[in-house]
Nanobody, 124 residues
Framework: QVQLVESGGGLVQTGGSLRLSCSVSGGTVSDYTMGWFRQAPGKEREFVAA????????NYLDSVKGRFAISRDNAKNMMYLQMNSLKPEDTAVYYC?????????????????WGQGTQVTVSS
């Protein structure tokens, strides 16, 4: 089990950028596939992006491809989500999550460890 803390959320105008960070502690971060999820008011939590243990493989929600980039720095126990060309529909609470696995998963139920979330609001 690892502890996850997100940061970097905020209010931005349409077309703007934000970089989310996820700090990982309490375990060996390279043992975990890492993911970003989001939840908008009244909606279910959805997959946004994931990255394999050593960063060689990534996977994205179709609607964020080409705009968002997930990365990780295992030496610093950190994961990131660079979000560009933000749209109002990207407004949500963003969560980082950890999955002790060699493979990437897009399923919420597969991730055992979660952060508390950081709010991203995109104004039109």
């Amino acid at each position: 089990q690892v502890q996850l803390v997100e940061s970097g959320g905020g209010l931005v105008q349409t077309g703007g950028s934000l970089r989310l960070s996820c700090s990982v502690s309490g375990g060996t971060v390279s043992d975990y596939t890492m993911g970003w999820f989001r939840q908008a008011p009244g909606k279910e939590r959805e997959f946004v992006a994931a990255i394999s243990r050593l960063g060689f493989n990534t996977n994205y929600l179709d609607s964020v491809k080409g705009r968002f980039a997930i990365s990780r720095d295992n030496a610093k126990n950190m994961m990131y989500l660079q979000m560009n060309s933000l749209k109002p529909e990207d407004t949500a609470v963003y969560y980082c999550a950890a999955l002790r696995s060699y493979t990437i998963s897009r399923a919420v139920r597969d991730y055992a460890d979660w952060g508390q979330g950081t709010q991203v609001t995109v104004s039109s």
